[in-house]
């Protein structure tokens, strides 16, 4: 079994980034954030002690492990004193492949031989996010959704380079913290998470600028329909059992033909034009304006919510 960090270096203090952090911090891990951005790097160390808390209180972890993780939390002030003796570095900037490139270069000049560097890239091919990197052999995308420190999967894409301790011990870090990592065997643009995810929303986002439903509609149509569906068994599995004992065979013979009616009638444009995307922001504002905060603080009490009623599930199959 790999040995816990005794030091998590995070590089980026946004939304993926402090979320990463708080993560840590309440599996009692000492972790160093750092950006580029002063005004960024003074919000993280708001929105860190928050974010480890709240998840005491949404019972997903314990205030004495919490507060120990929040005592060796830092913000780091540079690079160098951030990354310096990290056990793991993971990278959480903005989804801008040269400025990721840049930043694995310096962090190779400072990171230890034995350090894990992983991206938290959501779509951009491995090999060339550590292109500029020496020992590529230690470096793989670890792509976590948001918020990642109350959703369990991550992406683990290993780039060719990549050797397979590594993977490995990547794979021993994300369980300690609670996560559920699925390897991807191939590296294609957007992974798997973000193809799905793609895919569902430019259906949802053709419904909704096509006069079909609003926003507030959609959003409970998917969330209590398909995806409910989906949290409890996947959409392969899902199909398998609606038709019972006859399984998928059965479906595909009676429903395979209303499916591919309705695929051919899909939406299949690949860019949205200003005008589409001032009309879908509107929709959203109008659907949500002055809400987001309670609407924010709702998401996390459900998504707590529904992982317990999961674990729980699970140790009966």
């Given at each position: 079994m790999t040995a816990l960090p005794h030091?998590?270096?995070v590089i980026g203090a946004g939304e993926i980034g402090c979320g990463w952090a708080a993560l840590c911090a309440s599996a009692g891990w000492p972790v160093t954030v750092f950006d580029a951005s002063a005004r960024t790097l003074e919000r993280a160390s708001i929105e860190v002690p928050r974010r480890a808390r709240a998840l005491v209180a949404l019972e997903r972890a314990t205030q004495g492990i919490v507060e120990r993780g929040l005592l060796e939390f830092q913000q780091g002030r540079s690079l160098l004193q951030a990354v310096?003796?990290?056990?793991?570095?993971?990278?959480?900037?903005?989804e801008d492949l040269l400025a990721k490139q840049k930043l694995f270069a310096a962090v190779e000049e400072v990171a230890g031989a034995e350090t894990l560097v992983t991206s938290s890239s959501?779509?951009?091919?491995?090999?060339?996010?550590?292109?500029?990197?020496?020992r590529q052999?230690?470096?793989?995308?670890?792509?976590?959704?948001?918020?990642?420190?109350?959703?369990?999967?991550?992406?683990?894409?290993?780039?060719?380079?990549?050797?397979?301790?590594?993977?490995?011990?990547?794979?021993?870090?994300?369980?300690?913290?609670?996560?559920?990592?699925?390897v991807i065997r191939?590296?294609?643009?957007?992974?798997?998470?973000?193809?799905?995810?793609?895919?569902?929303?430019?259906?949802?986002?053709?419904?909704?600028l096509t006069g079909v439903i609003d926003v507030d509609g959609l959003d409970r149509a998917v969330s209590l329909g398909p995806a409910f569906g989906w949290a409890a068994?996947?959409?392969?599995?899902?199909?398998?059992l609606a038709a019972g004992e006859g399984g998928v065979t059965?479906?595909?013979?009676?429903?395979?033909?209303?499916?591919?009616?309705w695929w051919s009638g899909l939406a299949t444009w690949n860019r949205?034009?200003?005008?589409?995307?001032?009309?879908?922001?509107?929709?959203?504002?109008?659907?949500?304006?002055?809400?987001?905060?309670?609407?924010?603080?709702?998401?996390?009490?459900?998504?707590?919510?529904?992982l317990r009623a999961l674990e729980q599930a699970r140790t009966e199959v």
């Open positions: 030091k998590v270096a310096q003796d990290a056990d793991w570095v993971i990278e959480a900037i903005p959501s779509g951009l091919p491995p090999s060339e996010v550590f292109a500029r990197c020496r052999d230690r470096c793989l995308v670890a792509h976590p959704l948001n918020p990642p420190e109350l959703i369990p999967l991550v992406e683990v894409v290993p780039s060719p380079r990549t050797g397979a301790p590594w993977v490995t011990r990547a794979h021993d870090y994300l369980q300690a913290l609670g996560r559920m990592p699925i191939k590296a294609v643009p957007g992974y798997v998470v973000g193809r799905v995810s793609a895919a569902v929303w430019r259906e949802c986002v053709d419904l909704v068994a996947g959409p392969h599995l899902t199909y398998h059965l479906f595909l013979q009676r429903l395979l033909a209303s499916f591919e009616e949205l034009e200003p005008e589409q995307q001032r009309a879908l922001i509107q929709a959203i504002d109008r659907a949500y304006k002055g809400k987001l905060a309670a609407l924010g603080e709702a998401r996390d009490k459900r998504l707590s919510a529904l």
